[in-house]
Every structure is written in C-alpha cells, then in structure tokens.
C-alpha cells in the first residue's frame, strides 16, 4: 500500500477528526465535507468506479432512513410527553425512587438502557434515556454522553444476540475463514454453539469493564458537569454504582451460558432492575445527602416547550405506558416469529442500485421508529392532549430533524463508500480490510490491545457493531491464527470494541444530540466519550493478555 492509498484508506476518520473533533464543527456541516473528501479519495486515488460511488451514496441515503425514523420517533415521544404534561409524573417518580441524579443516571441509562438495547439495537437507547434525564434535570449534553456510554456493554447481546449470531458469523463466512470442521464440532456443530462460546469470553471480560461501567459513568457525571467539577462526587456511590454493575454482568453471564447469547441483555437487565430499584428506594450503599447539583452553564435545550393546555396529573403507569408499550413491542416483534414475520413482510427494498449489485432496505414496520410513532398517537388519546398541543409536538419535532437529516445524510453515504471501495482501480481490498490488515502485519505483538481498537475503528464509522463484526471478524481470526491467540479471545475483543466504539460513534452521537436538543454541539459529546471507548478497549486487551489469551 502506497502512502497515498493509506491516506485515502484514512480519510473518512481524519476529516471526522479534523472537522467534527478539533474544529469542533457541527454534524450538519462537517459531515458532508467528510463525505466529499471521502468520495474523491476513493476515485482519484482508491480508483473506484464512479457509477459505484454514485451508487453507494444512493445506497447510503437509503439506508439512513431506518435511523432517521429512530430519532424522529424519539423527539416526537419526549416533544408528547412534554406537552401532555405526563413528564410531570414521570420526574415525580424518579424522585422518589431517588433524588440523586448519580442514581438515576444508572437507573435509567445502565440498567433500563441495557433492556431497550437487548429488545431493539438500532441506537434506540440512547434516543429514549438522554431526553429522560433530561426530563429529570441533567444537563443535555450531560444526559447525552452518559446515555452513550451506559449503551457499550449491553451491545454484545444487543437486538436479541445479532451482533454476536449474525454479525460474526457474516463476518468469518465471507472472510472465507476455514474453521468449521474444527471449531464448530467442539460446540455443537453449529455457529450457534461456538457463538455462544465467544459470547462467554467477551461477558466474562465485562464481569470487570461492564461492572466498571455505572461507576465511569457517575464520576463523569460530577466531574464533567456538576458544579464542582468533582470526580470524587461520583466515587461517593462507588458501592452503589458497583452493585449495579455486578447486578447486570452477573445474571447476563448466567444467561448466556445456560441459554445462549440472544437474551443476556434483557434478562439481566431486567433482573438488576429488580434489584437496584428497591436497594435505591431504601437508600442502601448511598450517602445520606443526594447529589444533583450541575453547573450553572449553557448546555440548556434549544427552547422551553410551554405546555398549551391545562396542567394534568396522571397516574405512573399511565405516564410510563408509552415507554411500557414500546418495550413490549420491541421484545415482542424481536420474539414472537409470526408477529415478526408480518412486520417484516412490508420491508422495502431496492435491488441493483444504478446498475450495480449494491442493495438497500427500509424495515418500514420492523425498525422501531413506526412503534415510537405508535406509541406517541396512543399519548395523544390517553394524555386527553388539546389538538394544539398535539400539533406543537408534532411540528417541534419536524423542525429539530433539519440538522440531523443533514448529518446522517452526509455520514451514511461516506461510510457506504468506505465499505463499497472493494471493487477500485488499485487492485486493492476495500479500505476497512486493507486498513486493518496494515494493523494487523505491523502491530501483531500488541494485538490484544489493537484487536478491540478495531473494532472500536469499524462501529466508529459504520454506526453499527453487528457491522463492525461483519468487516472485522475474518480478520481477528486470522491474525489469532498467525500469532497463536485463542481465536474465541480475538473474536471476543473484537465485539468488546464494536460495543465501546457505539459510545462514540457518529450515528449515534447525533442521534442522543439531536434527541436533547443539542445538534450542533457532537464534538463536546465525542471529546467526552472517546477517551472512556479507548479505556474500555486498553482494559479489556490487558485481561486478554493476564487471562492467557496467547
């Protein structure tokens, strides 16, 4: 690989570098400058075919419709909640739960974020817990980062095992890896088997980095944007934030190695639910005086949405039956295989994109966005919502989607040009192979610290960490091969960055900004985020290599 091919294999991540991380500027305008350099890199020095690049930009413009739905979905639910006035209620509850925000933070994002994403994927965590904190008093950008992050862990069951069952098996059979007469017959003879098999490494390194999760996730908190700028504030609820942890990874380990990797992340989800809501209602492992004092700065949304219509109060559950409907929707589109199979029988696609052999789909019922949409019209009946306030929620919500529209229009084209370059003029493969495969030839010495930064490196730019392990899991297999790693390990790494890349990858970092009214601002959310993604990782590569893992 010639420099110029390596700086064009580089591109999308240093113009994101550059223009969203050190010029700090919006998602709206440094994405589309990503995608245009992207795309003339790609021509002028990858040679890909133009009607190719064309193609995969169509491509890309079709596939970010299924996360637009997402985000829309999910503003229109918070703008709904807001102009009923069941936000009301649903503060009042979190309160006396707790009045700490330390707690409800892990409440909301760690433990209730690990159900939507075990049900769901798609991102939908963070869209549904930052405008909650938010609705509680965090500061927007404060919710927005630790709805990030509390979405890593969680991610290797993510969508009922998808990342693990389809991603990684996607990934080994189209890197044309030659491992199932050996690999497959010590597990059952399926890729089920030596799944779960790989499922049990990555949940057993999260026994420490996903029971550390709750804690990182306070001390940012407090250090970043409470008023005393105080790590020592969050390591206040340590035992706490530890319980909670060891109150997911735990069960979630239990889990997969009696059931499988398809439900980790909602059973123990739901389990430390049951648990850490009572211990916190009691007050137990937590300090007498409660924490909730932020900054005195700008991170305030866009606007303060007046409620048009006369103040109501409502019951928990009624105010909570949206949230409550769109958890049993999401578990059962993703259980119940006829209900799926219906839902999925009105998927959109295109075939031959411009005469290529490219493809794009649209889940139109099956992605989660319909069921925010559902859900919200449920609001507008149960809430008694006057039809001014119905309008208001709508056409708010319509009004914040400009920037993101924008941002994922830009990003998801660039990432399919990324990934699409593998037919090009240089006789090279595409620029995520050869890029790794550069990694994986000089770095080979180190790679159970490397391992799990590429996988961070593929969530990053695809948005996706069942993506991430379709691009990179032939790759860590063969590099196991070469230098004698357990190859179930290197697989495992790979998921643990594909998990802790979704902290800070673009997609997602738009979506929870847009959700808290702060498009505009994702390099602050990025800035914050990255150095925890490549924490998780160094942590994770040092058990690998304590573990024995070569």
């Known amino acids: ?48 075919d133009t009607m190719l690049l064309a193609a995969s930009v169509v491509e890309g413009l079709l596939s970010a419709l299924t996360p637009l739905t997402i985000i829309f979905g999910a503003v229109f639910l918070l703008n709904t909640l807001k102009y009923s006035g069941a936000m009301d209620t649903i503060r009042s509850g979190f309160t006396n739960i707790s009045a700490d925000a330390r707690v409800q933070v892990v409440i909301i994002c760690w433990l209730f974020g690990s159900f939507i994403e075990g049900s769901a994927g798609f991102g939908t965590p963070a869209a549904i817990g930052a405008p909650l904190l938010v609705l509680l008093g965090v500061p927007p950008i404060a919710a927005a980062v630790v709805a990030l992050i509390g979405d890593s862990t969680a991610v290797s069951f993510g969508a009922i095992g998808l990342p693990v069952l389809f991603g990684m098996e996607q990934g080994l059979t189209e890197g044309g890896v030659n491992m199932a007469a050996g690999q497959f017959a010590e597990h059952g003879g399926t890729f089920v088997g030596y799944a779960q098999f790989i499922a049990k490494h990555m949940i057993t390194i999260d026994l420490i980095t996903g029971t550390l999760i709750p804690l990182v996730m306070v001390c940012v908190l407090t250090g970043f944007f409470g008023r005393n700028k105080s790590i020592k504030e969050g390591l206040q609820i340590w035992k706490f934030a530890i319980f909670a942890g060891l109150a997911f990874t735990i069960p979630a380990w239990l889990i997969n190695f009696f059931a499988g990797p398809e439900f980790p992340s909602v059973i123990g989800a739901l389990v430390g639910m049951a648990l850490v809501i009572p211990v916190a209602k009691k007050g137990w492992l937590l300090p007498s005086q409660p924490w909730c004092d932020f900054s005195e700065n700008d991170n305030k949304s866009e606007e303060e949405l007046a409620v048009d219509q006369t103040p109501v109060k409502f019951s928990q559950i009624a105010a909570w039956s949206p949230y409550i409907i769109m958890a049993a929707l999401l578990v059962l589109s993703r ?53 001014k306030a119905m309008q208001q929620s709508f056409t708010v919500s319509c009004k914040s989607m400009l920037p993101t529209i924008i941002s994922l229009g830009a990003s998801v084209p660039m990432v399919k040009i990324f990934l699409n370059s593998g037919e090009n003029g240089a006789g090279l493969a595409s620029m995520p192979v050869a890029l790794a495969d550069l990694l994986a030839n000089s770095m080979g010495a180190v790679w159970a610290w490397v391992s799990p930064v590429v996988g961070i490196f593929g969530a990053f730019l695809s948005g996706s960490a069942t993506f991430s392990n379709m691009m990179f899991s032939g790759l860590q297999y063969s590099v196991a091969d070469n230098i004698g790693m357990n190859h179930a390990l290197a ?20 979506a929870a900004a847009t959700v808290v009214g702060m498009a505009g601002r994702e390099s602050e959310i990025i800035r914050k985020t990255m150095p925890i993604a490549l924490g998780y990782a160094m942590v994770a590569g040092t058990i690998a290599v304590i573990w024995g893992g070569f």
């Open 1 to 48: 690989m010639t420099f110029l091919q390596l700086l064009a294999s580089l591109t999308p991540i240093i113009s994101v570098m550059i223009f969203l991380v050190l010029m700090r500027l919006p998602a709206s305008k440094a994405m589309p400058i990503s995608a245009i350099a992207t795309g003339l890199a790609a021509v002028f020095i990858w040679q890909m």
């Open 335 to 387: 259980v119940i295989g006829p209900f799926k199979s219906w839902l999925t029988s009105f998927n959109v696609s295109w075939t031959g994109l411009l005469g290529t052999e490219l493809k794009a789909g649209f889940a139109t019922f099956y992605a989660p966005g319909i069921f925010f949409v559902a859900v919200c019209l449920f609001g507008f009946v149960l809430f008694k919502m006057k039809p």
């Open 491 to 510: 697989l495992a790494l790979q998921g643990i960055g594909a998990n802790a890349g979704n902290m800070m990858c673009v997609m997602n970092v738009v």
